[in-house]
């Protein structure tokens, strides 16, 4: 059992070593736009809530 493990650790550090891992710069590009998007959509769904409840609430009463 501990060659298996073992054997599976050192196939994981090969892998690793073949991923392309994105330059620093590029990581916080990539998560800033990420950010940017979700408090975009986070937005606009809180204003579409609001618009629908608001108009809601004038076709109730």
Do not use: C
């Not at 050192?10 to 950010?35: G, M, Q, Y």
């Not at 769904?45 to 108009?55: K, S, V």
Request: aromatic share 14%.
């Amino acid at each position: 059992m501990w060659k298996k493990v073992q054997r599976y650790l050192h196939d994981v550090r090969i892998e690793l070593k073949k991923v392309n891992w994105p330059a620093k710069r590029d990581l916080t590009v990539f998560t800033s736009v990420v950010i940017v998007v979700i408090l975009f959509v986070g937005v606009f769904f809180w204003a579409l809530d609001t618009g629908f409840t608001a108009a809601l609430k004038l076709i109730i009463r």
